[in-house]
């Protein structure tokens, strides 16, 4: 059984920086694709920013240049860097980790979710 356990989210003013960790536990294959979503109040969950085990990432065009995501295959970690921060970015962030099955169905698994708030 997969899990997610995010950390790292919180509350800043803006123009603050926060880093959102996740660490992946389980049966994980070593291809993979892992994604932070986030979903704010009223709003459809979105994808921020997404990572392949070979490297590619793709960013929302509202955190292109301000957030950054990594990974770390041998530990089966993501992160997601932001700053500057804006109130919009206000949401619960989401981990997401996407494995294929032989068939090449693709599972998803996500994290509990982690607020992060941006306001003065």
């Known amino acids: 059984q997969v899990q997610l356990v995010e950390s790292g989210g919180g509350s800043v003013q803006p123009g603050g920086s926060l880093r959102l960790s996740c660490a992946a536990s389980?049966?994980?294959?070593?291809?993979?694709?892992v994604a932070w979503y986030r979903q704010a109040p009223g709003k459809q969950r979105e994808l921020v920013a997404g990572s392949t085990t070979d490297g590619r990432t793709n960013y929302a065009d509202s955190v292109k240049g301000r957030f950054t995501i990594s990974r770390d295959n041998a530990k089966n970690t993501v992160s997601l860097q932001m700053a500057p921060l804006k109130p919009e970015d206000t949401a619960v962030y989401y981990c997401?980790?996407?494995?294929?099955?032989?068939?090449?169905?693709?599972?998803?698994?996500w994290g509990q979710g982690t607020q992060v708030t941006v306001s003065a």
């Open positions: 997401n980790l996407r494995i294929w099955s032989t068939e090449g169905v693709p599972h998803d698994y």
């Open positions: 389980g049966s994980i294959p070593s291809i993979n694709g």
